[in-house]
């Protein structure tokens, strides 16, 4: 998958949610700035470029791998809830469906 506008934008709340981890000189200042820009894909990858010294399409590679490890990490999470509910026995069918 390559990201694109539509697809960052999209994913805008879980990529702001790991920047910090994935790029520790970026600041809640930088993610405001991308929060209020009009291409929050373009704000980011400038403020990479000025950051870290990449160039453009350098940034947009370490997005769009930042974003598909986001994505197999979300997946494989969700594999795992669904194999335990799976496994995990009713402890009583009869109440299904009541609260």
Not at 6 to 32: C, G, H, M, P, Y
Not at 45 to 62: F, H
């Amino acid at each position: 998958m390559k990201v694109n506008k539509d697809i960052f934008e999209a994913k805008w709340e879980q990529i702001r949610s790991q920047t910090k981890v994935w790029w520790s000189l970026l600041t809640e200042d930088d993610l405001n700035k991308v929060e209020k820009a009009p291409n929050k894909f373009d704000k980011y990858t400038m403020i990479l470029r000025v950051k870290y010294g990449y160039t453009r399409e350098r940034a947009r590679e370490e997005i769009n791998t930042r974003i598909m490890e986001l994505d197999a990490l979300l997946f494989n999470n969700f594999r795992s809830q669904e194999k335990q509910m799976e496994a995990a026995p009713l402890e009583n069918p009869g109440q299904l469906g009541e609260r």
